[in-house]
Structure formats: C-alpha cells, structure tokens
C-alpha cells in the first residue's frame, strides 16, 4: 500500500511539512525518527480527486453514488468522513459501517477527510453523536445502496436474475456459474443506474466488521509521526504568527509600543487584531499580533510589546470573591424551574434532614495540541487548514472577520491534537485570516499552552446546595436543588446569568430517582469570562453534586450505596418525562424520549455489573476505600466504581477504577473502551487536581506546572472498561464515561478516611 504524508487531507502541493528542529545527536527530523523506527504496516493512500455527481462517474472515473463514497476503477473504496478525527476514533468507525453494508474488502478502504460544506449534513463533532447521529444510518444506507448498484451491474452484464448474485469481499459473486467480478471492474456500469433508497441493510449477525476489534485507519500515520496535525501546518511564503490578547475579558488595546518587538531577527510586522465586543461569542478576543519567519521569533518578539490595556468590567474579578457570591446565591431561593410535589414540607417534615453544598472550579480544557491555524487569503476567497470540530461554523466566522461571503471561504480538517470543545470555537482561525488578509501571505497562527489555558473558553464554574430528606425506613421523600453556575449563553449573548434548561437537562431535570416531592432553582450567577463547551458539559457538577449527595444519604439512612442506588430508582420503569414538574420541556440530547427513554433498568443493569466487576463488598486494608456513582448522559447510562488508598501523610492514590457502560449497540467497542479509559484519566484530573482560577480578572494559571493534570505515575494502574451487551439504539461514548468518575472518586475517600470531598479538587479540599 501507498504511504501518505497527508492522510487527513485531499492532496495539495502547497502543503508541506512544518520545519521542525533537528535532533542534535542524528540530524533526524521528529518525523523522520519516528518513520524510521516504527514498524511497517498500513498507512493510507489518499485519492486526490473531487466530489462528482451522485450515480455517475467523476472527472477521475470513479463511481461515486454517495458524498461519503467513492469506489474507483482499481477497486479502492474511498470512505469521506464528514466529521473530525481528535483520537476517539471515529474516523475508523464509520468506515468500518460503511464497508460493512458495501461488503468491502478492508484492504481496500481508504479514508479523506471532507471539507466543510453543508452538502455533508451536520459536520460538527460534539455532543458524542458522530456514530449515533452523524453517519450510523447514514454511512451504512450509503454502503448497502452501492452494494446494491454493483451486484445489479453484475446481474445486467452476466444476464443472470439480480437475486441470485452477492457482495462480498470487494467482488460480485454468482455461485451458480462460478462467476465473480471485481467492484472496481463494475464501477462504469454501475454508475449508469439510479441510487436506490431503500437497499436493505445487513443484520446483526451478518457483520464482518461492525460490533467487532478492527485497527484504526489512521494509527500507522500516528504512530509513525507521519500523521498531519494544525501545529505541524507549512506552506510556501507562509509566515508564523502569536498574538497578545487582552489578559482580562473585556478589556481592548489602548496602546502599544512595539519598537522593541520589530528588532527581533525574523520579524516582519505586528498587527492589532481587532476584538469583539463583549460577549464575543466566537470571535477573536483582539490583541497586537507579531508576524514573522518562524515560531521562535514571534513568541520571543511578543515578549517586548508593551501594551496598554483599556478597562475592563470584569478587572475586579476574583475566584476566591466569587466562590462566596456563588454560595450566598444557592443559600437564597432562585428562579424555581422544576417543581414536583411539596418538596419544602416534605424535607421540613422528614425523619432525617441532610443537607451539603458541592464546589465544581472552572476547568479549562487543555489538549495535548494547542490550538493552530493556517490561512491563505487570495482573490477575494480565503482557503483555512485548521484543527476544528466544526468547519462550518468556521466558514462563517472567518467569512465575517474578512468581509467575504461564506461561499468564498474553504476549510480544510486536519487531525486533532484532542480537543474537548475547545476546538469547536474557531476565534483562532479567524485570526490566521484576518493576519492572511493583511500579510497578502499565507499565515499560520500559533497558539501556546499558555494562550490556550489563559485566553480559552473554560468550563462554568458551579455551586450546588442540596437538601434531601429521609423517612424512617431510610427513603428519600423530598430534595431541593439549587444552583449557581454561569451559563454557556453568555458567551453568545447579553443579561445571562442563570443556568439554563438546556444544561438542566444534563443530569438534573432528567435525575432518574424516585423522590415524591422535588424542587430545582437556578440561582444568580453573572459570568465574569468566555465560557465553552467542555467534554460532558454541565453533566460535571451535576453528576458530582448528585453522585455524592446520593451517597451522603445512603450513609444517613445506613443502607449501602450500591443497594441504596438500586433502591432509590424505584424499579424497573421508563420514567415519564412528562411529569416530572419541569415548568420547560426537558432535552433529551437532540433524540425523542420515545426513541432513548430514560430507564431506570439500565441504570440498575450498569450499577450491578460495576458492583460485581469491582469486587463491591469485599474487604479491602486499612486507608483504603470503595465509591460508586452513576449517571446517563448524552442517551448512555454510566456506573463507576473507584477506589483509593490514602496513606499515613494524606496522599491519595487511585489504584483501580471499574467502569460499567450501556451505549446501546457498541459498534467499535475497542474505541469505547478506549474513551472509557480516557475519560477516567480526565475525570480523576478534574476531581484531584485541576482549577483555573482568576485573580484581578485575569487566569492564575498559565501551562501544565500550575494547571495540573494527571502525570503517568498518578493515573490508575489498573482501569476495568465493562460493556453492557446491549442491541438497542446507539447511544454516545466520548462523552458519558466522565460524570460519575469524579463523585465514585469522592465517595472512596471518604469510605477510605471518613471526610467528604464537596469541593474541587480534591487537593484543595
């Protein structure tokens, strides 16, 4: 098979490899190195050509019967995948869906990443619905109508019935006559025939690929350094960009000097980018940019600009203030948005009240590759290469920051370097634009760890109160529910200061125990930054707050908090969604609840497999200890068992995590897996050790030294993935594996040491 150096992108010579440094001791290149030594194996052959038209043969003679496929004379299958690649795979498990239905031989399929372009649907990679909702179906008609046109092609040449021929392999096959054809040798027949809409699918039991262990596509290019990532971006005449943005929200330049910046060897200009008003949305933040012949110019220049900075409303903001301003507004009543029963007399009047606060800090979503772009601006159109989740949105952002119609603007998708949300947010290339535009060059901007932890779009912040009450058989009989936590709408627009339904609808109005009487207020919370999309959103803090009040109670009631879990969802039922007391509609992740009920069996089938997989129960030595938690999120239903040991100075460890998951179908379980396994590395770092914090409105922390993450030596030895075996609909995976982690992980400690953990993270508690 062919190797490719860009195996994300449609082949263009312009692109060329970054100029990385050289190793002293070999004169190799990062690349180079890591191509030298890697094992030989598949790397894909990307075909260079165009979308034609549907059912026809394109300019390269390929049969294309679908925007997602092409299958060409010489028998490659070419899937193009819509939605982007940051390492969860699901560039592979489409492809796997498609070639599945299309009976294609493996050895055969090759991936290109599409551009953005609305004739791909929805492009944008969030919301874990890229198998679920972005190509499942999809993927899977498009393979089975072009199996389809290939065996009736086969039929019309042999003169054979159409039903007695069949795909398989990457050929056409009549068993009667021994007669077989090779796909690519069909392709000029088949395109002359009209697309059916209803080819029939595969069952379950027929797939090759789907539901089974396949390699990824795209991990011989990875792991050979050969993969193309934004930061990695060069091209000829390009020049690098880094920018100084305001260090408070809110604040624009009022002045600069930049004498000193422009005697710095390699630099050509510096620029004043301009910002958005407040809230900016997904704008540029603004600032004074450098622009120079390479990274290191640019960032050493950066460092002599003296800027003056104009006010800013949110100068005076401050973590420690606001902490208490959060508690003041949950400890009042707020805006009441679920109300079922008589919660207040109900707990007033219960056997045993508890009562708890939970702390959640801002998280800021640091990716392995900082945010990176490249733009060519020329003849009025602008050309993007970027590391997005959403090219579409993209178009649009940089179509405005130019001055050009959308139509004029190309956005190429490379891989991601991870992601988490903060890729969904295109203010960065925007920024390589508006620089393009005024360079008359292409222009790659560079964003550094500390940009991205300083300048991002962090995760809300959140307090919660909670106050629940027991009867004397230990059964909850009314909860209120308050919360104060900025919502992601004041991003996008003025006077937001209230959660809102939507992020309710992640894990607290749609809260699957059976309580009589509930109540839930969203308290003032008036946003003092940018806040974005984070892996799993609000289900964070709420899962959190809820995973360890739930435990809290089973402690007061003194049953255990497995069996306090099973008993408190009240049997096996499909909760109406209906009668819940929600004054709004609750959300149900873009699907209808007749299609993903909330079911409380498959929370009890998650919590029984966890508890038997972990060893629940059993004796374990002194200092250490056992939580558990669950949640559904994004249609997916989670139950975690972690445990801890805490030694003699207070240092607390994670020895073991167990994680249960029903996603419906598992149609790539190896990368299920594989995000259940992430997901409990960047739960843990949310509950151990990671806060961004702010002081004088400006972020505290600025690289991974004083934003911490789990290191190597912290993560868990041992990490169990536990899958249900489950044939309903499709649910999410990227996503769902990380709310009940962080609460399992608090309820250890304290069955480890007998103190609760109610505020993140849990070094500062």
């Known amino acids: ?139 899977r008609q498009a393979g089975a109508a072009a199996r389809a046109m290939l065996q009736q092609a086969a039929a019309d040449e042999w003169k054979v019935p159409v039903g007695e021929v069949q795909g398989t392999n990457g050929e056409v096959v009549h068993a009667a006559s021994n007669l077989r054809a090779s796909y690519g040798s069909l392709v000029k027949r088949a395109s002359k025939l009209a697309v059916p809409k209803d080819a029939p699918l595969k069952k379950p039991e027929q797939y090759r690929y789907i539901g089974k262990t396949v390699a990824s596509l795209d ?86 600009l003296v800027i003056e900075w104009t006010e800013s409303p949110n100068d005076s903001h401050d973590s420690a203030a606001y902490r208490t301003e959060l508690e003041g507004s949950v400890r009042a009543a707020g805006n009441v948005v679920r109300d079922l029963g008589d919660a207040a007399s109900a707990v007033a009047g219960a056997t045993r009240k508890v009562t708890a606060e939970y702390y959640v800090p801002h998280l800021a979503h640091v990716p392995m590759e900082p945010p990176a772009a490249m733009a060519n601006f020329a003849n009025s159109a602008c050309e993007v290469w970027a590391c997005t989740q959403d090219p579409q949105t993209a178009q649009g952002v940089v179509a405005g920051m130019v001055g050009i119609d959308k139509s004029k603007v190309t956005v190429n998708v490379t891989f991601l370097g991870g992601a988490f949300g903060r890729k969904s947010k295109p203010d960065f290339i925007a920024e390589a634009a508006f620089l393009s535009k005024e360079m008359k060059t292409p222009v790659k901007v560079v964003w550094t760890r500390e940009d991205d932890i300083q300048n991002g779009f962090p995760h809300t912040i959140s307090m919660q109160r909670l106050e629940a009450g027991l009867d004397a058989k230990g059964k909850i009989v009314g909860m209120v529910h308050r919360i104060a936590s900025p919502p992601i709408g004041s991003t996008f627009g003025p006077d937001q200061e209230y959660h809102s339904e939507g992020e309710l609808g992640l894990g607290v109005l749609d809260m699957p125990f059976a309580i009589p009487n509930v109540r839930v207020e969203v308290c003032k919370a008036p946003p003092h930054s940018r806040i974005g999309w984070y892996r799993s959103v609000s289900n964070i803090p709420h899962a959190f707050a809820l995973g360890c009040f739930m ?26 969604m209906t009668a819940t007391g929600a004054k709004k509609p609750v959300e149900n992740y873009g699907a209808k609840w007749e299609d993903h009920p909330n079911d409380t069996a498959r929370h009890r089938r998650v919590l029984e497999m966890v508890a038997k997989e972990s060893g629940w129960g059993t004796a374990l030595p002194a200092g250490e200890g ?87 030596a912290g993560a868990p030895k041992d990490i169990r993935v536990h899958l249900v075996d489950a044939v309903g609909p499709i649910g999410g995976v990227g996503e769902p594996g990380v709310p009940p982690v962080a609460p399992a992980f608090a309820n250890a400690v304290f069955a480890a040491r007998r103190t609760r953990v109610r505020s993140l993270p849990a070094e500062r508690a």
């Open 1 to 139: 098979m062919t190797p490719s150096k860009t195996p994300w992108l449609r082949r263009d010579p312009r692109i060329a490899d970054a100029d990385t440094p050289k190793a002293a001791s070999s004169g190799l290149d990062r690349r180079e190195f890591l191509t030298r030594m890697a094992a030989s194996g598949l790397v894909l052959a990307i075909s260079a050509s165009g979308i034609g038209c549907v059912a026809d043969m394109a300019a390269s003679g390929s049969f294309e019967p679908s925007v997602f496929l092409r299958i060409g004379e010489d028998g490659i299958v070419t899937v193009i995948v819509h939605r982007s690649e940051m390492g969860q795979g699901v560039r592979t498990g489409l492809a796997m869906a498609m070639a599945d239905e299309l009976e294609a031989d493996w050895s055969m399929v090759r991936i290109e990443q599409a551009i953005g372009d609305a004739k791909y649907g929805d492009q944008n990679t969030d919301g874990s619905t890229s198998i679920r909702n972005g190509g499942w179906m999809t993927f």
């Open 219 to 304: 991990l011989q290019s990875m792991v050979t350094g050969t993969a193309k990532y934004a930061q990695d971006l060069s091209m000829p005449g390009m020049r690098i960009a880094v920018i100084a943005r305001p260090p408070v929200y809110g604040a624009k330049v009022k002045s600069v000097d930049s004498a000193a910046a422009k005697q710095v060897k390699g630099v050509e200009r510096v620029i004043e980018v301009p910002s958005a008003p407040v809230p900016s949305g997904m704008m540029p933040l603004g600032g004074v940019a450098i622009v120079a012949t390479s990274t290191w110019a640019a960032i050493e220049a950066r460092k002599k």
């Open 551 to 576: 435990d809290e109670l089973a402690q007061a009631a003194g049953k255990d908090p497995v069996q306090f879990l099973i008993e408190s969802l009240g049997g096996d039922r499909v909760i109406d």
């Open 626 to 712: 056992r939580g558990v938690a669950v949640h559904r999120s994004f249609l997916t239903y989670v139950a975690a068992v972690v445990r801890v040991k805490v030694a003699s100075d207070g240092t607390i460890s994670v020895p073991r995590v167990d994680i249960a998951m029903d996603c419906g179908y598992a149609a790539h379980p190896d990368r299920v897996r594989s995000q259940c396994e992430g997901a409990v590395i960047m739960s843990l770092s949310n509950a151990m050790l990671s806060e961004l914090t702010f002081a004088r409105g400006r972020v505290v922390q600025s690289n991974l030294n004083d934003y911490r993450v789990l290191r190597m």
